[in-house]
């Protein structure tokens, strides 16, 4: 596609609820990332993609987060048992990839969590 | 650990004039990657500006440009004649150089946001 596109806009989720945020990459893009950006905050990283494989998720808060993508395009970041502190932007990112060209990572709208 | 400070949480610019936002970073690493991202309300992060640590010469796109300098670990941002547009959340950005394995994530600071006043 054209940009990184994330879906939904906006999720508001009662605590205890399991929720999935989706992001479709840029065509082609082999690195994919998933930031958190809470409140008034910088972004900060979650977990990021290689093609199919996931190579870091040392910014995961707990294990209660999890993410996928399966085929190499199109990742799921899925949150259980969702607490109040799960609040914020949800952020995916996706770029060229390592010796493939420029390492601008190209940012979608986000997905705007809210648990009450 | 990599660490990037933004010291100015709001800053506020009329319309026509220049500002110029601060960003100062900690690393160990060599080679590396530093961005300028503006994030206006509509939420998605868009690259203003990038400076490869390599390069001496700073880097300028347009109205936009950077005063890098490596032994000091500042990345200030200028903004030349500015406009209504430009007010939104600036970011600055580090990535370390990918060689293969490591993660090219990128590391944020707490950003600034810049008001420009008609």
């Known amino acids: 596609g054209a940009g990184v596109s994330q879906s939904p806009r906006y999720k508001v989720a009662k605590r205890g609820q399991d929720v999935a945020l989706r992001c479709d990459p840029i065509?082609?893009?082999?690195?994919l990332f998933w930031y958190q950006q809470a409140l008034g905050q910088g972004p900060e990283f979650l977990t990021y993609?290689?093609?199919?494989?996931?190579?870091?998720k040392s910014g995961l808060p707990s294990d209660r987060f999890f993410a996928e993508r399966p085929e190499g395009s199109v990742s799921t970041l899925k949150i259980q048992r969702t607490q109040q502190e799960d609040s914020a932007v949800y952020l995916c990112?996706?770029?060229?990839?390592f010796g493939r060209g420029s390492p601008e990572a190209f940012f979608g709208q986000g997905t705007r969590l809210t648990v009450v | 650990a990599q660490t990037v400070t933004q010291s100015q949480p709001e800053m506020s610019v009329q319309e026509a004039e220049t500002v110029t936002l601060s960003c100062t970073y900690d690393?160990?690493?060599?080679?590396?990657?530093l961005f300028w991202y503006k994030q206006p309300p509509s939420r998605q992060m868009i690259l203003v500006i990038r400076?490869?640590?390599?390069?001496?010469q700073n880097a300028t796109e347009n109205r936009f440009s950077v005063n890098f300098q490596k032994a000091a670990k500042s990345f200030s941002l200028k903004i030349s004649d500015s406009q209504l547009g430009d007010t939104a959340m600036y970011f600055c950005?580090?990535?370390?150089?990918?060689?293969?394995?490591?993660?090219?994530?990128?590391?944020f600071g707490t950003g600034t946001l810049l008001a420009v006043q008609p």
């Open positions: 990112a996706s770029s060229l990839g």
């Open positions: 065509s082609g893009h082999v690195s």
């Open positions: 993609f290689q093609n199919e494989a996931q190579l870091d």
């Open positions: 690393t160990s690493e060599n080679n590396y990657y």
């Open positions: 400076q490869e640590a390599y390069k001496q």
């Open positions: 950005a580090f990535m370390r150089q990918n060689y293969g394995g490591a993660t090219n994530k990128l590391i």
